[in-house]
Each structure stands twice: as structure tokens, then as C-alpha cells.
């Protein structure tokens, strides 16, 4: 693979903001426009919790991770595939992309079972139909790639009984940035990295090894930061080259990075 292959995850506020939609869609073209194969996953948490307040269904949450009963998944489902990625399209493709939408279902791309998770406390906690995901085909991905296309994947995915399941978009990401074997990482959220003492600007930390993420776990790294470091160490402990944790309400930080190389955000290490 001669070009060098980039996992955008996409989440927070720069998913609601239209402005900033355009911004990200603007980085992305400028780093295809450098030759970089661009792939994007994203989650819908401001839209789940929207269609789940529409249908009058409780949002909750155990570690960061939605419980998600059967009827919310219909919901979750509609917004993540119906409402989301058809957006993510619509924009990507206006500013002079080729964007695919897919979800982990398409052409049984990623494989799921379900998740059983374990608290703190070390029991188990049933979190409905919340799936882990066992394997990844990414014949579809790279044919994509290949040939010019931005696959952006919204993270459902079947079991082998054709259970459909909801999974942590961050740990999906992860998981499919190896798969693919991504050369780098990039997760956006709200934040411009992981502070010390938020919101000191002094005090983001720039690079993280898994014996610091341990040392910072439950503490410094909690709530929906926690999945995001996971994943983060997951990918690269499974092949990918680079992992950071980037802001994504200043969308310039991505071109910044990647071409430029500078210094900002946290970037994870082994």
C-alpha cells in the first residue's frame, strides 16, 4: 500500500455545527489533495440522545457506554445511518469528495457479539444490545480507498445470528483503523487533548505511554475520554502507526498535524 492511510473518528460538537461540518470537510480534501486515503467513522451521540428524547426513551449511561434496550436501537439506528452518515455525505460530497456511506452491516464488513461489561466494582453489567466486535473484512474498505472514495462508516454491525448491535464509536474505531491497518489515528472531540488540570492550557499532555494512560486511568482519563485513550491504545498495540486525540471545533489542528507536523493535541504511544 503505497499511499498512507488515515481514520478519521468524528464526534462532539463538530458534528452538530454546520459551520464546523464544512471546516472538516475542507481538511479532509485538503489531505486527499496531499495523497493521503481518508477513512471516517463516526458516532451520533447530540443526535441519539435527540431521537431517543423525540421517542420518549431514557438515555443512559454505565462508564461512558450507552445501555441500549431493543426498542432504543431502532431509534439509535434511524439517526446514526438515516439521519448522520446521510448528512456526513451530503456535505463530504459538496466539498468536492467522494464519500461513501456504509455502516459495519455493509457487505458484512464487521462482525459483532455481544458485549458484556465489567464494572469497576467487577461485576457484570448487562448493557443491552451493545456489541463487541470479533472480526473485520476489509476487502470493502480498501476497494474504496483504492479507487478514491472516503468510506465513512457509522458503527453498527450484525452478530452471526443477525443480531443487530450499537457499538462504542470510539472502540469501533479503533478496531477498524488496525483492521485496515490505518498509518494513523485520529480521534476528535470537544477538547484540545487530555488535561492535567482542565482547563489550563498548560497543562494538556502531549504524549501519553500505556504506563501513564494506567497511571492516569479513573482519574486525569475518565467518562467518555476513557473509550477514546482505549481505543486509541488498542489500535496502535494492533499495527497502526500513530494515534492523537485532536480538536475537532478547530478543524484546522487536523491539516495542521498530519501535514505539517506540529505539536498539538495528545498523541498516545506504546
Not at 448487562?126 to 457509522?154: Q, R
Not at 478543524?251 to 506540529?262: L, R, S
Request: aromatic share 4%; proline share 3%.
Amino acid at each position: 500500500m503505497s499511499k498512507q492511510r488515515i481514520l478519521i473518528k468524528y464526534g462532539g460538537n463538530a458534528m452538530v455545527n454546520p459551520q464546523l461540518q464544512q471546516e472538516i470537510a475542507a481538511q479532509i480534501f485538503k489531505l486527499r489533495e496531499a495523497g493521503f486515503e481518508v477513512i471516517m467513522v463516526h458516532g451520533g451521540g447530540p443526535f441519539i440522545n435527540k431521537a431517543l428524547e423525540k421517542a420518549a426513551i431514557k438515555s443512559q449511561f454505565v462508564d461512558g457506554l450507552r445501555v441500549t434496550e431493543a426498542i432504543a436501537f431502532a431509534e439509535i439506528q434511524k439517526a446514526l445511518i438515516g439521519e448522520v452518515n446521510a448528512d456526513l455525505i451530503s456535505t463530504l460530497n459538496h466539498n468536492k469528495l467522494k464519500a461513501v456511506g456504509l455502516s459495519g452491516k455493509d457487505g458484512g464488513m464487521v462482525r459483532a457479539k455481544k458485549y458484556h461489561h465489567k464494572s469497576a466494582e467487577g461485576s457484570i453489567v448487562d448493557l443491552g444490545l451493545v456489541g463487541e466486535i470479533t472480526e473485520i473484512d476489509d476487502s470493502l474498505v480498501n476497494l474504496l480507498c483504492e479507487a478514491g472514495y472516503v468510506p465513512v462508516v457509522a458503527c453498527v454491525a450484525d452478530g452471526a445470528d443477525g443480531t443487530s448491535y450499537n457499538i462504542n464509536a470510539d472502540t469501533f474505531a479503533g478496531k477498524l483503523a488496525a483492521a485496515v491497518k490505518a498509518n494513523q489515528l485520529i480521534v476528535l472531540t470537544d477538547v484540545d487533548g487530555l488535561f492535567l488540570n482542565y482547563p489550563d492550557p498548560a497543562s494538556i499532555i502531549r504524549e501519553l505511554d500505556e504506563n501513564a494512560v494506567n497511571k492516569h486511568m479513573g482519574t486525569t482519563i475518565q467518562g467518555g475520554m476513557i473509550p477514546k485513550i482505549q481505543s486509541c491504545m488498542l489500535a496502535l498495540k494492533e499495527g497502526v502507526g500513530k494515534a492523537i486525540i485532536l480538536n475537532g471545533t478547530r478543524p484546522e489542528q487536523i491539516a495542521t498535524y498530519v501535514i505539517d507536523n506540529e505539536k498539538i493535541g495528545t498523541t498516545l504511544t506504546l
